[in-house]
């Protein structure tokens, strides 16, 4: 990976704090809007965050686990740093962009990495109506919710929802219940990655849903479309021995 400037930036943690106080001592930095390379220091969460800051400049970001999971992290190590960044491989990403309608008529758009979750606000379950591509293939779904997850999210709550691990670069979407009671033995489904997924929430008054995409929530809403956006290309930099494709194939055979 070729780069000029690196700019080294962290979670809140003391951990991740101080770890980023050696870095900018030992390394040259400069702050992050001007660097053409980050190293983010915390865990998955902080990850997320950091690609979503700096979404529009679409810069490459490697991090390094100062967290607790750290799926999306390379190992931390204070030793040859530069010789790590210029031989990183890049995974390019695509997040899915939800537009969410809510019950006084205003449309939300937010970007997400992981996924797009509708969740119940209330004791009642959720009743939904998906449709694929403006073809209605769920009439009425009884649930706490549903998920529209990426591949790179597919290890979040979408496997926690009993969602498919997806390869990088297989060009699909998965779409999760979650807790779902009627049709009681629907799984989910594996959709092409070009599709547009619109959600229609059935008595949103009586049994209120809200959406989330990543970290953004909206609360009430009525109608959510879910669809990848191409026009947005994130880069996420691994040491070739920790790639992404092979920490998610790994992460299928775990008990």
Known sequence: MNFRTIAFVASEHDEAE??????RSRYRSVPPEEADLIVALGGDGFMLKALHRHMDRQVPIFGMNRGSVGFLMNAYDEEGLTDRLERAEPIELNPLRMTAHDITGHAHESLAINEVSLLRE????????????GVVRMREMICDGVLVSTPAGSTA???????????????VLALTPISVFRPRQ???AILPHN???TVEVLYPELRPVSAVADDTEVRDVVRVIVREDRSVAL???????HDLEERIIKEQFLL
Not at 122 to 133: F, G
Not at 235 to 241: H, K
Request: proline share 7%; hydrophobic share 45%; charged share 20%.
């Open 18 to 23: 101080d770890a980023a106080q050696r870095l």
């Open 122 to 133: 209330t004791r009642l379950a959720a009743k939904l109506r998906i449709e694929v591509d």
């Open 157 to 171: 709550y979408n496997s926690s929802a009993s969602g498919p691990i997806l390869p990088l670069g297989a060009h």
């Open 186 to 188: 629907w799984r989910g």
């Open 195 to 197: 599709v547009h997924v």
């Open 235 to 241: 880069t996420l930099l691994f040491d070739p021995e």
